[in-house]
């Protein structure tokens, strides 16, 4: 790296973003986070209200060298009602929108954008393997996703957009949560028959990649998922292993699909074999290649 960045992160005070905070000040950067509420570090924005002006948070704060979207309705309340997904989508696109008029009408603009996105792009895909240069599938997530991108394309005309499409995330909060409370109380086993792929990166490796995405020269889609795929069941069982818990209980497909409906078909029942090919032939190293060191830096 050659020097200090002074990093803005929309959507920074969840996992995510608290933990690419922590990455980019170890790592000697300055980070601000947008927030609707004052504090420390925090700058007050309400992006479905106002603007995202660039250049008056410069007047105080300094040139901003890179802007982090990660903001963005959660996908996990289950099951999806009208308003669910009304909610997931426009809070997504709002903010998106408003940070790419921001950049466009800075006087001084960010060298880069790096954009939320997610593995859902992709939908339900099987066994086909699946890198940046696959096409858009089809479903509810599928269709979010690409809305989410194509807001901030607008900004490419401007500065680097860098699309970070995320899978799913081992920490200890989040995505795994629920997953760590069924291993808890001993109901862990196949979803589904087990079979379906589930494209997971360690919350450290996520963090660590969004910050490659920040210092290194790269833009268009990447994939924020480890080397080595894992199916659902390879993921419950290394869970329960490593939790001394059981692996016994199987849960049949249709009984997510009726409890959970759409949310649960396309967040647990989905299977996409993705692979990094973006971030590996860029020179990035995983942390935690195999989901063994996945599921043991998101326990530790």
Known sequence: ?????????????????????????VAGHTVFLLSRSAGPGRIQWEPGNSALNLDEIAQQHGHIDAVVNLAGSTIS????????KHDILYSRLSST????????SASNKPQV?????????YGDRGNEALTENSEH?????????????????????????????????????????????????????????????????????????LAFLIENEIAGPVNLVAPTPATSGTVMKTLARQMKRPYWFPTPGFAISLILGQAGRELLLS????????LLSSGFTFTDSDIEDGVRSALG
Request: net charge positive; no cysteine.
């Open 113 to 121: 954008l790096v954009q939320g996105s997610a593995v859902g792009f």
């Open 137 to 209: 599938g089809s479903g509810f997530l599928a269709d979010v996703v690409a809305s989410w991108e194509a807001a901030a394309q607008p900004a490419e005309k401007h500065t680097r957009v860098a699309y970070a499409r995320t899978g799913l995330v081992l920490g200890k909060a989040g995505a795994l949560g629920p997953l760590r409370l069924i291993t808890q109380l001993f109901a862990s086993g196949p979803l589904a028959g087990g079979k379906d792929w589930w494209p997971w990166i360690s919350l450290r490796d996520e963090a660590r990649a």
């Open 97 to 104: 929108t408003a940070i790419v008029e921001g950049i466009a």
């Open 271 to 278: 299977s996409q074999k993705i692979v990094p090919e973006v």
């Open 77 to 84: 309340k289950m099951p999806w009602t009208a308003k669910t």
């Open 1 to 25: 790296m050659a020097r200090s960045l002074t990093v803005l992160i929309a959507g920074g005070t969840g996992m995510i973003g608290t933990a690419l905070r922590g990455e980019l000040e």
